[in-house]
């Protein structure tokens, strides 16, 4: 075989090689980018919208809100609905409140898994139940490999012993801030937590709130009553409006209604751009405050 032979050959196949390794470079960006479009941070729902530690500030405002638990069905209803929109979804958190006031708590982990087997489920909690919780419970977290996220105030908890459940029964347990730090109890002298301000006049603009808020496009979405809200906080601020008899108005561009829509998109789209509720924000005024129990005064948001 001489020269000539062998690099037509070579050519021959690089004909071959390079459209095909070309398609297939494009296949896999193409598949990227409609995976990217297709899919949503984390979703949180409120499973409970009372707590068992009524922390002041909390801008989920369980601090005051009356005793209430989700229906398993209501909750079946929508992420049934969320899963016909897209399969796919990032994180789905169970929260509220304190989710483990929760006697159904199982229930909604197998209903969530059932509807979205390749989601990652976190359980966001203060951690006071943790050790109280039965074998259902830390049998149904491993089975269904949900992630249990203990939120870290200056508060007594049994630590190794939870710890060591959690082990035991292989349930994977995180704090959202290091342990060293939290959970020395003698050498803590105070803990802080984030106080967003509420302008009750709506006299902000909305879309320069929008643009300074951390929570924009995707960070704390919610879904209520078969709604997704790009925020918590406009999600319950009715709590808010009837402790201290105010009128914070939710309109419908304030959210997106999951069965009124044909696609996952839609709801991508509205995430990324501002909404009438952000003129009660102002976070360029957010700033940590010493954690404590609420007393139930508006200063403790306004």
Request: proline letters at 3%; a positive charge.
């Amino acid at each position: 075989m001489d020269v000539f032979d062998i690099k037509r050959i070579i050519k021959k196949i690089l004909k071959m090689v390079i459209p095909y390794g070309l398609f297939y470079f494009y296949k896999k960006k193409k598949e990227k980018k409609e995976s990217k479009k297709d899919r949503l941070f984390q979703v949180e729902i409120h499973i409970t919208e009372h707590c068992n530690l009524k922390c002041r500030s909390c801008f989920h405002f369980s601090c005051i809100a009356e005793k209430e638990f989700l229906s398993t069905e209501l909750f079946e209803r929508d992420i049934r609905r969320m899963s016909q929109l897209s399969s796919r979804l990032s994180v789905i958190k169970l929260v509220g409140g304190e989710p483990l006031l929760h006697t159904n708590i199982c229930d909604f982990i197998k209903i969530t898994k059932n509807y979205y087997p390749n989601t990652l489920i976190q359980i966001t909690t203060n951690g006071i139940l943790l050790d109280k919780q039965n074998d259902e419970f830390w049998n149904t977290c491993r089975e269904n490999n949900v992630l249990i996220s203990v939120s870290t105030y200056p508060i007594k908890l049994e630590i190794e012993k939870i710890e060591k459940i959690a082990r035991d029964k292989k349930v994977y347990l995180v704090y959202d801030q290091d342990r060293e730090k939290i959970y020395n109890q003698e050498h803590i002298e105070r803990k802080y937590m984030l106080k967003w301000h509420i302008d009750v006049n709506g006299k902000q603009n909305f879309c320069k709130s929008y643009s300074n808020c951390d929570f924009k496009m995707g960070g704390c979405v919610t879904l209520r009553d078969g709604k997704i809200y790009n925020c918590c906080i406009p999600a319950h601020i009715k709590y808010f409006n009837k402790k201290f008899v105010k009128k914070l108005e939710i309109t419908q561009d304030d959210y997106i209604d999951i069965y009124s829509i044909d696609s996952i998109q839609k709801i991508i789209e509205f995430l990324g751009k501002p909404f009438p509720f952000c003129r009660y924000c102002m976070p360029m005024k957010v700033r940590p405050v010493e954690w404590g129990i609420t007393k139930n005064d508006i200063s403790e948001w306004t």
